[in-house]
């Protein structure tokens, strides 16, 4: 079976720097976004986060290319979806769902 075939949107390879929280007192961890669709992102990140967390993740290169690609939006919330080591490393690839976008206040 297609991985294709188990997506709901059209994913968009696309690297740039971002910056994440998972916690109230607003503490950012760096961290590679590497692609993305309508309704979520996937990153790159040095430590790993349980599927549930609430995370607000900020675009450091806000220039967009178009309206809708990500760098549209300066900060989102979502929650992470899942967490895989990558490649035996000690880098993990995150994915989370969008919850909305937040361009006027801060997570």
């Not at 692609?35 to 220039?63: Q, R, S, W």
């Not at 309206?67 to 490393?89: L, M, Q, R």
Request: with cysteine.
């Amino acid at each position: 079976m297609s991985v294709l075939a188990n997506r709901n949107y059209a994913r968009s390879y696309y690297q740039t720097s971002m910056m994440y929280s998972v916690n109230k007192e607003g503490e950012y961890d760096s961290a590679l976004m590497v692609n993305y669709c309508v309704a979520g992102i996937c990153f790159e990140a040095d430590k790993a986060l349980n599927p549930g967390f609430d995370i607000c993740i900020k675009l450091i290169n806000n220039t967009p290319d178009t309206d809708y690609s990500p760098e549209a939006h300066k900060i989102f919330s979502g929650k992470v979806k899942w967490c895989k080591e990558i490649n035996d490393t000690s880098c993990y690839g995150i994915g989370v769902q969008f919850c909305k976008t937040m361009n006027q206040k801060p997570c």
